[in-house]
């Protein structure tokens, strides 16, 4: 008992002793500024809408869908092919120029124009295969406003009345196709135009066609059949001249002036058709013979030196025959290398035709042309030529066998001298040398 009484004891001075933290003094009033309050408007409560009954409404739950776990194959996506446009313009100019005959108009902006024919055989000789150079451009597809913005422009269309239109814009790239059922229109675009001078556009490929028809048609006037070859050909050369000077505007190499020079004619062929070959000479201005224009004066012999008034000296030696008409026509020209080109009957051996043909024949033929052939026969051959002379004038005869011999004085034979030919030609050898 005494023990509990100690620890009770005990207890309560340990109590006693814990020490109590002092209060904490008053804080000072706090010193507040006078406020100035301001009337404040109070907002309006905005007035909610009513909610629907079907708002209130709870959600109605789905049933739930079972999932099929076959896998949905998606529907095949159906490719359009890309169109090639190269092959459509292509199969429209070849649609175009594989006829007998089609016309090309050139139409200026001013309304001026120029309508030629292109005739197979005639005037068309680089009209094919232009096509395959459709490639070198890229193509797209274009719309009518792209064409008409192109107004301004010179035009040429390659056409088939009534059947098919290839139109395309010297400058531009729109082409403008044409047939009774639709009307397309493509851009042909050169990826590269300074890369070729002479093809910068679709226009720069084809504008040959109707230039190079166009000069044909130059040479292709006829005159008066009842005139010598002299005479023949200096009219022909006049007609030339006149056709230069009136070569229009699109034309590339337009010449700025044409002047005749002369003519003379260095072959004739009497027989039928009457041909004769002559050198034709003019001097032509133009603007400047280092352009690619200029190639059309350039190709071949090209031109001469200019003369003091800017004039280059330009010629062609002309193979002109007699057509069914009777009028003098020229059939072919070129730098050079021409003679008369009559034809020989199959069934007539060759030395009875070349005596003919000696006969029938003045100038570089006659003096040249036809000795070198007869020289190339066989001995066999040549030894039955006295019975052909036989035939002839004294004149004629006595003119041949001379022309042998000046023929073998003048130039190397491999195979004959006058003293090898002499023999064989009995009487007339004596005429070999006259």
């Known amino acids: 008992?005494?023990?509990?009484?100690?620890?009770?004891?005990?207890?309560?001075?340990?109590?006693?002793?814990?020490?109590?933290?002092?209060?904490?003094?008053?804080?000072?009033?706090?010193?507040?500024?006078?406020?100035?309050?301001?009337?404040?408007?109070?907002?309006?409560?905005?007035?909610?809408?009513?909610?629907?009954?079907?708002?209130?409404?709870?959600?109605?739950?789905?049933?739930?869908?079972?999932?099929?776990?076959?896998?949905?194959?998606?529907?095949?996506?159906?490719?359009?092919?890309?169109?090639?446009?190269?092959?459509?313009?292509?199969?429209?100019?070849?649609?175009?120029?594989?006829?007998?005959?089609?016309?090309?108009?050139?139409?200026?902006?001013?309304?001026?124009?120029?309508?030629?024919?292109?005739?197979?055989?005639?005037?068309?000789?680089?009209?094919?295969?232009?096509?395959?150079?459709?490639?070198?451009?890229?193509?797209f597809a274009a719309v009518e406003e792209n064409w008409q913005a192109q107004e301004s422009l010179r035009r040429m269309s390659f056409y088939a009345p009534g059947e098919i239109s290839f139109s395309f814009c010297q400058g531009g790239d729109v082409v403008k196709i044409t047939t009774p059922e639709e009307t397309t229109y493509l851009r042909a675009v050169n990826p590269e135009p300074e890369a070729d001078v002479f093809t910068t556009d679709l226009y720069s490929l084809l504008d040959m066609v109707p230039e190079d028809a166009y000069s044909v048609g130059i040479w292709s006037t006829p005159v008066d059949g009842a005139l010598e070859p002299e005479a023949a050909a200096a009219a022909l050369l006049d007609t030339v001249v006149a056709n230069y000077r009136s070569v229009p505007d699109w034309v590339s190499w337009k010449p700025v002036e044409v002047k005749a020079v002369g003519s003379e004619v260095f072959d004739v062929y009497r027989g039928t058709p009457e041909q004769f070959c002559f050198d034709l000479g003019i001097s032509v201005k133009i603007e400047d013979p280092m352009t690619?224009?200029?190639?059309?004066?350039?190709?071949?012999?090209?031109?001469?030196?200019?003369?003091?008034?800017?004039?280059?000296?330009?010629?062609?030696?002309?193979?002109?025959?007699?057509?069914?008409?009777?009028?003098?026509?020229?059939?072919?020209?070129?730098?050079?290398?021409?003679?008369?080109?009559?034809?020989?009957?199959?069934?007539?051996?060759?030395?009875?035709?070349?005596?003919?043909?000696?006969?029938?024949?003045?100038?570089?033929?006659?003096?040249?042309?036809?000795?070198?052939?007869?020289?190339e026969l066989s001995d066999e051959e040549i030894a039955t030529l006295p019975a052909l002379l036989d035939q002839l004038t004294e004149r004629e005869a006595r003119e041949l066998c001379a022309t042998l011999g000046s023929h073998l004085r003048e130039n190397d034979s491999w195979r004959w001298s006058i003293d090898l030919l002499k023999p064989l030609l009995g009487d007339y050898g004596i005429y070999l040398g006259a």
Request: aromatic share 10%; proline share 12%; charged share 20%.
């Open 292 to 375: 690619p224009e200029a190639i059309y004066w350039q190709a071949g012999s090209g031109l001469g030196e200019p003369d003091a008034e800017g004039f280059y000296g330009w010629g062609r030696q002309v193979l002109v025959e007699k057509n069914e008409e009777g009028s003098w026509v020229m059939t072919d020209w070129g730098t050079g290398g021409y003679t008369v080109n009559p034809v020989k009957p199959v069934e007539m051996p060759q030395l009875n035709w070349l005596v003919e043909l000696f006969c029938l024949t003045e100038g570089f033929t006659h003096d040249h042309v036809v000795p070198y052939l007869l020289l």
């Open 1 to 139: 008992m005494k023990r509990i009484l100690v620890l009770v004891l005990m207890m309560i001075l340990l109590a006693g002793c814990q020490k109590v933290p002092p209060a904490a003094p008053p804080a000072p009033p706090e010193q507040k500024e006078p406020v100035v309050e301001l009337p404040v408007k109070k907002p309006e409560q905005e007035s909610k809408p009513a909610v629907t009954p079907e708002t209130e409404q709870p959600p109605v739950s789905m049933p739930e869908t079972e999932v099929d776990p076959t896998p949905v194959t998606p529907p095949a996506q159906v490719l359009v092919p890309e169109v090639d446009w190269c092959a459509v313009a292509a199969e429209a100019y070849t649609d175009v120029t594989e006829r007998e005959q089609f016309l090309v108009l050139v139409k200026e902006p001013d309304g001026a124009f120029t309508e030629l024919p292109v005739i197979r055989g005639v005037n068309d000789w680089n009209v094919y295969g232009l096509e395959h150079s459709f490639e070198q451009f890229n193509w």
